[in-house]
């Protein structure tokens, strides 16, 4: 008896280094890049976390986030890349379009999962929506091909006006496509439209105070840009103040004092991104799995703000609204 006890644990001792490796096994990290700030990408990166969440990946637990963000200086976003990648990420989550764009071009290996408001093959980061092919996949909100719309909607408001503003930030990867995409709307329109640039902080009151001389009769704010989403409140503040009917693709400016939102969910493209890294770190190939596109449109209209700006909203644009703030 005590000879067959001693082989148990003997055995039992063997057994454990084995059974503690098991148990210790490295949790995998999955690199989350952005082209902007915590603070103006909390609610993405919760929804983030919730589609990992969704699909069986508790943070902490199955794997760890590392983010990197740029804070909208994306000349940084290179450096942030390589350096997730020397740190041996699993995946890379590369969210907001300047940060799917460095990531693209930084690896063909690694595993990258992008979130953007354009056309993700214009951009050149998958050459097939269904099948990507290669180490990239993502999804879409194309908050840029809706961008046009969010011109009609002002006119809709504003049917006397003869000009409008565009604000763009002209070192966003999109800048050019949105810009012609706004112009050829206002043709049809027959709108006079004025580009108006803002890349730093220092340019916003400099580009507000402008559209009174330029006369523009409202203002539409670029999509797809961590440099004016991380300043969604400041630009809402910033219309109320020189009072200019402004329109812009998150409901927080709405919810500021902006007069509309109307855009794509980009919560709900953060969480697929989320579903698919937690997919691949479960052994899935980002080129087997189809570019996703997230449906839902949102259209916000603040009341308060409307009657403020002495604006009259039309009954059938309000019956279209997903939500009004009175």
């Known amino acids: 008896m005590r000879r067959r006890a001693f082989i148990r644990g003997v055995a039992g001792a063997v057994a454990l280094p084995f059974a503690a490796?098991?148990?210790?096994?490295?949790?995998?990290?999955?690199?989350?890049?952005?082209?902007?700030?915590?603070?103006?990408?909390?609610r993405m990166a919760a929804a983030f976390r919730q589609g990992l969440s969704e699909s069986g990946i508790t943070e902490g637990q199955?794997?760890?986030?590392?983010?990197?963000?740029?804070k909208g200086q994306f000349d940084l976003l290179p450096a942030l890349v390589a350096d997730?990648?020397?740190?041996?990420?699993?995946?890379?989550?590369?969210?907001?379009?300047?940060?799917?764009?460095?990531?693209?071009?930084a690896t063909t290996t690694l595993p990258i999962v992008f979130t953007t408001s354009g056309d993700p093959v214009k951009l050149g980061l998958v050459t097939n929506l269904s099948r990507p092919s290669g180490n990239v996949t993502g999804a879409t909100q194309l908050n840029v091909e809706v961008a046009p719309k969010r011109l009609e909607l002002?006119?809709?408001?504003?049917?006397?006006a003869t000009a409008a503003a565009f604000l763009v930030n002209r070192t966003n990867p999109t800048a050019e496509s949105q810009t012609k995409g706004m112009q050829a709307t206002a043709r049809v329109l027959g709108l006079q439209l004025h580009i108006v640039h803002a890349s730093a902080e220092r340019d916003l009151d400099a580009a507000f105070a402008s559209l009174i001389r330029l006369q523009a009769s409202g203002?539409?704010?670029?999509s797809a840009d961590p440099f004016f989403t991380n300043r969604t409140k400041q630009l809402a503040a910033l219309a109320l103040r020189h009072a200019v009917p402004a329109i812009y693709q998150y409901p927080e400016f709405a919810t500021a004092g902006g007069l509309v939102s109307y855009g794509g969910s980009i919560t709900d493209t953060y969480r697929l991104a989320g579903i698919y890294v937690a997919r691949i770190?479960?052994?899935?190939?980002p080129g087997e799995?189809?570019?996703?596109?997230?449906?839902?449109?949102?259209?916000?209209?603040n009341l308060k703000t409307a009657k403020t700006l002495g604006l009259t909203v039309p009954l059938p644009l309000l019956g279209r609204a997903d939500e009004v703030i009175e």
């Open 281 to 285: 770190l479960k052994g899935e190939k």
């Open 289 to 301: 799995l189809p570019v996703q596109q997230a449906t839902k449109i949102e259209l916000i209209i």
């Open 154 to 160: 002002l006119h809709e408001l504003i049917p006397t």
């Open 21 to 42: 490796r098991a148990q210790h096994r490295p949790v995998p990290v999955i690199g989350f890049l952005n082209g902007g700030s915590p603070e103006g990408y909390a």
């Open 62 to 70: 199955d794997a760890t986030i590392d983010y990197a963000w740029a």
């Open 219 to 222: 203002l539409v704010i670029s």
């Open 84 to 105: 997730l990648i020397r740190r041996k990420v699993a995946v890379i989550a590369a969210t907001s379009t300047p940060g799917a764009i460095a990531a693209k071009a």
